[in-house]
């Protein structure tokens, strides 16, 4: 979720709502929010938009990436987290439901699919039994993003390529009345792989409006509009996440692109809020948090061993465990990083 190459130039806004979006996908695996799942909706439109300004910045200084050396960099950002987070999974469920055929079986299949995050939704190996769910949305995006970059370099935010998203997603919500059945297959791919693509594109194409909109120089009436609609955009998505039925998924997905495009374009009068060290943070945080708290989600009946404990108690525990969970990913995901830094400026010293 987070961008290495980006890291220097992120928008506080932005991570503090990628974060937010991170803990509405942990509220629908403790069963809180029936489809909060929807809200990865805003990691592909984000991730979509930022691939978009990476084309546009990679033009302006002419060396535009191939598909092949983007992708590279984009599984950069994240990969030391996801192996550390596949790392964490297996030991969680060996420590909590200790270790038979089976378990041993799902625990090789949860590592291969975080040691290649290709495989997961290319039908290669994917399975819906592994130990770390949550990273359908990895595999999709990158496959997702190997479909949508070329096209994105070539024809840029064209009109068509946004035609097309929305076509996408209005397909598979027609097909089901939602973009929830990732695993779903449609006799070429998965609706995962098909969802990514809709909503990377959709993402990518919104990227004149939010030039358009930097561009203009809003009073404080419109500000305050601007914050308004944020804020009626969120609960629009947090209130549809918390239907028993997903047949207004389109509406927040919608609710989702107007959220990010008033976001991206720095209007609002809450702004300074956001201008402070902990919202980088938690933004840092949120690709972790994601990543770790699957597992800790599905294993609470063990990690938390109390006959008729309240519901709450049980929620605040799980956030607990994620929270730490995820500083340890960070942490560990951020040590590997750097080892692999220096160790890359060793082999070059001995090179020359």
Partial sequence: MADVGLRNQRNPEIELWRFFFAVVVFLSHMKVLPHGSLAVDFFFLLTGYLTM??????????????????????MKSFYPELLVAMVFSIAIIWGALGVDAYVFKQSCNTFINGILPFLKMSGLSMSAEDYNGAT????????????????????????????????????LCAYHGSLDYVYTYLGVTYEGNLRAVGELLIGATIYPLVQY?????????????????????????????????????????????????????????????????????????????????????????????????????????????SLISALLIMWLGTLIRKLGQKLRMLLIEDAS
């Avoid at 993003?145 to 070539?154: C, E, T, W």
């Fill in 53 to 74: 300004v990476s084309i546009q910045k990679a033009a302006k200084e002419g060396c535009t990436r191939s598909c092949f050396s983007f992708i590279i960099h984009k």
């Fill in 213 to 321: 909109l930097k561009s203009m120089r809003p009073t404080f009436l419109c500000s305050v509009l601007v914050t308004l609609l944020k804020c009626c955009g969120v609960a629009c998505i947090v209130y549809i996440a918390s239907l028993d039925n997903t047949e207004k998924h389109g509406i927040a997905l919608c609710a989702a692109v107007m959220v990010l495009v008033l976001v991206v374009s720095g209007y609002g009068i809450d702004k300074r809020l956001y201008d402070n060290k902990l919202c980088l943070f938690l933004g840092a945080l949120s690709l972790p948090f994601y990543l770790g708290h699957r597992t800790i989600t599905t294993c609470m009946g063990a990690l938390l061993p109390v006959s008729n404990a309240p519901a709450e108690l049980v929620l605040l525990v799980a956030f607990v465990y």
């Fill in 136 to 171: 359908w949305y990895i595999s999709s995006m990158l496959i997702g993003l190997v479909l949508v970059y070329p096209l994105l370099v070539r024809y840029g935010a064209h009109a068509f390529l946004l035609a097309v998203g929305v076509l996408i997603c209005g397909f």
